[in-house]
């Protein structure tokens, strides 16, 4: 069987009852033959674009499968991959680079090793939440921090039963069972995460407790004004455990008459960040809350996108897609802020541009046609 046509990619938006044409291409197929341990009934096959991880093309499951033909597949450079768990975080088991030519059918074989299962118990404990949190009942999810190994969703929502006698404490437990490893537990909506060791045996002993609820104000200042930021929202969490990651589930709420946030948090330490793409916080030390309500200020520095044109002999360099800026702390006055990173040290930097022929620089566009005109002439 020869590969056939795909439809070409159509974007008109035509009126209702109306006849439209469609341009057929010439499309390509993929043959795959696995060989090694037969695949698990959790192992699927997932197909990107080259150059992309978490686009996923085309996706099957390959449970006891010795072959695969994908057909009216488009021409380019393919990854396919043989993996478990979830595609934005998956285990790969065996992969392979593809290409697809029109009318042509491509092959390639994935050899898959021997998957280990691992032991399954079941995640269950007790819950503590101060009646100051005023929660008539919380909800607690879990997600694996370890590599998955079964397959399993990525978070899982425990059954919740309020303990006989105690206002404040419920017992929880997962509907199914889990691998052994650590998790994350998430207490909705006080924002509190924890990490917790689900092991053989005790895995039904865990205990959360929630600290108590800490009223905060949080001011945010732009440092080059001094003035109030005009920041619609922001974003928070507390000290994380080791290898917790995520802002608060909870949000925060704008006094219109102050302009500053107000939110409640577990007592602890606090990290703030500003949201959206305007401005980025100055530093990312922690702040201690509690137990009294607590005033918070937040500083940010306005974000800037600057055009690199790149130069060899006095002509343009062509096909600069990707120019990285890097920073250095600041010092003294003036600073270039690297958009599109988070760096673990001072976010304001300096840098040098001795050896680029021009520099153009404006505050971030604001409106969506503005910031894509803004990034196509910046070549991104």
Known sequence: MEPGL?????????PRRRR???????????????????????????????????????????HGRRDLLVPGLPAGSFVVRAE???????????????????????????????????ITV??????????????????????????NLTGQKGWLHADLAQKDGASDVWRFRLPEKVQTGRYQGVVKPCGYRAAVLV?????????????????VTVHVIDVATGETAPVRTISWNMQLPKGVSGYS????????????????????????????DDYV???????????DPSEVTLRVARVCEILVV??????????????????????????????????????????NLASIDSVWRRPRATSPSSRSRSRRAAGR
């Open 199 to 215: 092991a053989g045996g005790a895995s039904e002993e865990i205990e959360i407790h929630v600290p108590p609820p800490v009223p």
């Open 84 to 118: 478990i768990g979830d595609s934005w975080e998956p285990r790969v088991l065996a992969e392979a680079s593809v290409v697809i030519a029109p009318g042509q059918r491509s092959s390639a074989t994935l050899e898959l090793p021997v998957v280990k299962q691992p």
């Open 122 to 147: 079941r995640l269950g404990g007790t819950l503590q939440v101060p009646a100051a949190w005023k929660v008539a009942k919380p909800r607690v999810v879990f997600m694996l921090l370890d590599e």
């Open 249 to 276: 589930p909870a949000q925060s709420k704008r006094n219109a008459e102050t302009r500053r946030f107000e939110l409640t948090a577990p007592q602890g330490t606090l990290y703030l960040d500003p949201g959206g």
């Open 6 to 14: 795909r439809m070409a990619p159509h974007r008109d938006r035509l």
């Open 20 to 62: 439209a044409r469609a341009r057929l291409v010439p499309a390509g197929d993929l043959s795959l033959q696995f060989t090694g341990a037969p695949p698990g009934k959790t192992v699927h096959l997932r197909l990107r674009r080259a150059g992309t991880e978490f686009g996923v093309h085309a996706e099957f499951p390959l």
């Open 281 to 291: 916080a100055t530093s990312h030390e922690g702040t201690r809350i509690g137990p």
């Open 310 to 351: 790149l130069r060899a002999g006095g002509r343009p360099v062509p096909n600069a897609n990707r120019v990285e800026v890097e920073a250095e702390p600041l010092q003294g006055e003036g600073s270039i802020l690297v958009w599109g990173r988070r760096p673990t040290g001072p976010v304001c930097g300096s840098t």
